[in-house]
C-alpha cells in the first residue's frame, strides 16, 4: 500500500513487514511539473533522513526538490528513469519510481496520507 506526503511524494514498502521500501513522485506532482527532462537522484548508501532531500526534478517548466517520506538507506536508484526521465510522467506510479530504501524508522509512514486522505489534499 502506498502512503503519500504533503511534498507529493508516495512511499510503498514491498510488503506490510518489509524493512524496504519504494519512493517516487505522485500524479499530482507530475502533472504539476509538466514534461520531466531530467531527474538527479541520491547516491546509493546515502543515508537519509524524513523530509531531507534526496533528489531533484527537472521539467519544461520548473525544478522541484525531492524530499524522502522516511528515513533509511537508499538502496537503488533508478537508472531507467535516470536514462529515460518520462518516466516520471508516463508511469510516477511505477517504471518511474525514483529510489529504494531500507528504511530506519517505519513507524514514520504512519504519520503519511493513505491514498483517500492524499486525494483530498492534492485536489
Do not use: C
Not at 43 to 54: S, Y
Amino acid at each position: 500500500m502506498k502512503k503519500y506526503s504533503e511534498e507529493h511524494v508516495w512511499i510503498a514498502r514491498d510488503d506490510e513487514t518489509a524493512q524496504t521500501a519504494t519512493v517516487g513522485i505522485t500524479m499530482h506532482a507530475q502533472e504539476v511539473l509538466g514534461d520531466v527532462v531530467f531527474v538527479e537522484l541520491p547516491d546509493i548508501g546515502t543515508v537519509l533522513r524524513a523530509g531531507e532531500k534526496a533528489g531533484v526534478v527537472e521539467s519544461v517548466k520548473a525544478a522541484a526538490d525531492v524530499f524522502t517520506p522516511a528515513s533509511g538507506m537508499v538502496l537503488e536508484v533508478n537508472e531507467a528513469l535516470r536514462a529515460d526521465p518520462s518516466l516520471a510522467n508516463t508511469d510516477p506510479l511505477g517504471e518511474g519510481w525514483f529510489f529504494k530504501l531500507q528504511l530506519s524508522a517505519t513507524a514514520e509512514l504512519d504519520a503519511l496520507m493513505d491514498e483517500h486522505t492524499y486525494a483530498g489534499f492534492a485536489n
